[in-house]
């Protein structure tokens, strides 16, 4: 995979009751905030669940994560559409993998940051088949 500092990706989800539901289940959080509905008849999604949106992205680039940093900055409710916006802060080729390093700004459908995060981790490189 050809990557290089500064490339950036995106990804967006919208999240339902059920979903929020269905992680606090299997999270094991069932904080009243996250099964109860709000005054507004909404719930509010976990910050783990919020924070899985990257993790798309991260599959899609077979990133292998071995510290991640996040800081909530604002809640995120059921209904609420986030966009996750990664960008590659460094991509250093070492022999078979590559150490990447990244920033993340999670925003809601108001344009407002809900989640900003760090990580670094490792991309293995494609393995090349002989024929």
């Given at each position: 995979?050809?990557?290089?500092?500064?490339?950036?990706?995106?990804?967006?989800?919208?999240?339902?009751?059920?979903?929020?539901?269905?992680?606090?289940?299997?999270?094991?959080?069932?904080?009243?905030?996250?099964?109860?509905?709000?005054?507004?008849?909404?719930?509010?999604?976990?910050?783990?669940?919020?924070?899985?949106?990257?993790?798309?992205?991260?599959?899609?680039?077979?990133?292998?994560?071995?510290?991640?940093?996040?800081?909530?900055?604002?809640?995120?409710?059921?209904?609420?559409?986030?966009?996750?916006?990664?960008?590659?802060?460094?991509?250093?080729?070492?022999?078979?993998?590559?150490?990447?390093?990244?920033?993340?700004?999670?925003?809601?459908?108001?344009?407002?940051?809900?989640?900003?995060?760090?990580?670094?981790?490792?991309?293995r490189d494609e393995l090349q088949v002989n024929s």
């Amino acid at each position: 995979m050809d990557i290089k500092a500064g490339d950036v990706f995106t990804w967006e989800r919208t999240f339902t009751e059920e979903e929020t539901l269905q992680f606090a289940h299997l999270s094991g959080d069932q904080g009243k905030h996250h099964v109860e509905r709000d005054d507004k008849g909404r719930l509010m999604i976990h910050g783990l669940f919020t924070a899985s949106i990257g993790t798309k992205i991260g599959g899609d680039l077979n990133y292998i994560a071995r510290e991640m940093v996040s800081e909530f900055v604002r809640p995120v409710f059921t209904g609420d559409t986030i966009t996750c916006e990664v960008t590659l802060t460094s991509v250093e080729q070492m022999e078979g993998i590559k150490k990447v390093a990244l920033k993340s700004i999670y925003r809601n459908q108001h344009g407002k940051e809900v989640l900003i995060g760090t990580s670094h981790g490792i991309i293995r490189d494609e393995l090349q088949v002989n024929s």
